[in-house]
């Protein structure tokens, strides 16, 4: 097979430095499967490992791009057959394996997801880390007693993402969704997303938060961490839930047991990575591909060719990207 581009991040003494670079197949990590990797994304992780922002890199150099979807083009496993259309995201993909940011991947077979019906290569990169994030976040939600009558859930970086497709998926299913932002001029795309109601963060009173506030939210998804967190810990119904899957505005957490003893509120890690089981993957795939599907994904996302990668990077560390970019492999 002839040589293939991929962009390599490598790390340097003082950050990073990224450029297009000529692979073959046997340069490639091990792993069962070989993909043509026809669709990627670009989330806020693959922005800080090519940015050199975050120590994220597990390698000196690695191609990046924690999400793919693509072909199989061979399989050492039975579970895969030449011609199969799968996704994988997350796992150790652009950070300690070769990711997919190329027009090739090899990958462990037990990291592939055929792709369930009702979903094309292109949606699966449209929802990748960040919607499979988000359906994680409801189904497990969901598990802890979740539903559209119990009253409206907050969904904080709203315009994000994971946010962006939270609301979509929640509203679909018949909630209340309030959509929490520090951009006033998103008002319009949240509501388009299906939120009902907009909320501004510089409308909270974050200096004075009170151990127990007006019960409020039945369920609530947060993608920043900090304070906004430890608000709406406070402002929980009865048995409400809060799924906690970032930490952009801080890793702390400053905040008492009294939400979870005396209303019996649950706080819920949501691990994309490394925590699901097989099983609960393709679930949550499946969901997606399902009612948990946005009839606006197409609306919610940008595709940009392979090319102009490195121009988005920036944008997503200054907070300048609304929705999902799917970069397209073979443009």
């Known amino acids: 097979m002839d040589k293939f581009k991929a962009f390599l991040i490598t790390q340097q003494d003082k950050g990073v430095k ?64 030449k011609g199969d259309a799968v996704l994988a995201v997350g796992h150790e993909l652009g950070v300690k394996h070769h990711g997919g940011y190329a027009e090739y991947a ?24 960040a919607g499979y994030t988000a359906g994680l976040a409801v189904v497990k939600m969901e598990h802890n007693g979740l539903n559209p009558a119990g009253g409206p ?6 315009t994000g993402g994971v946010g962006s497709i939270a609301i979509a998926a929640l509203a679909k299913l018949g909630y209340h969704v309030v959509a929490l932002t520090g951009k006033a001029e998103g008002a319009g795309y949240l509501k388009k997303l299906g939120a009902a109601e907009v909320k ?38 009865f048995n409400g839930v ?10 702390t957490l400053n905040t008492t047991v009294m939400p979870f003893i005396l209303r019996g509120v649950s706080l819920l890690g949501i691990n994309s990575t490394d925590a699901p089981s097989a099983d609960l993957e393709r679930r949550v795939w499946e969901r997606l591909a399902g009612d948990l599907k946005p009839a606006g994904l197409k609306e919610m996302a940008k595709t940009i060719p392979f090319g102009e990668l490195p121009k988005v990077f920036d944008d997503f560390i200054s907070a300048n990207v609304t929705g999902r970019i799917v970069v397209d492999l073979n443009a």
């Open 106 to 129: 090899r990958i462990p077979a037990n990291w592939a997801v055929k792709l369930p019906r009702g979903l094309t290569l292109w949606e699966a990169m449209a929802f990748g880390t």
């Open 153 to 158: 859930v907050i969904v904080n970086g709203a």
């Open 242 to 251: 809060i799924a906690s899957i970032g930490l952009a505005a801080g890793f």
């Open 200 to 237: 501004l963060r510089s409308e909270l009173d974050l200096s004075n938060i009170r151990p127990l506030d007006k019960a409020t939210w039945q369920g609530a998804v947060d993608s920043l961490g900090g304070e906004v967190l430890a608000w709406m810990a406070s402002s929980m119904k």
């Open 18 to 81: 990224c450029a297009y670079t000529d692979f073959a197949l046997e340069d490639l990590d091990p792993g069962e499967v070989v993909i043509r990797v026809a669709y990627s994304d670009v989330n806020y992780k693959d922005a800080l490992a090519a940015t050199g922002k975050g120590r994220i890199l597990l390698r000196t150099a690695c191609i990046g791009g924690i999400d793919l979807a693509g072909t199989v083009v061979s399989s050492a496993d039975a579970r895969l057959s």
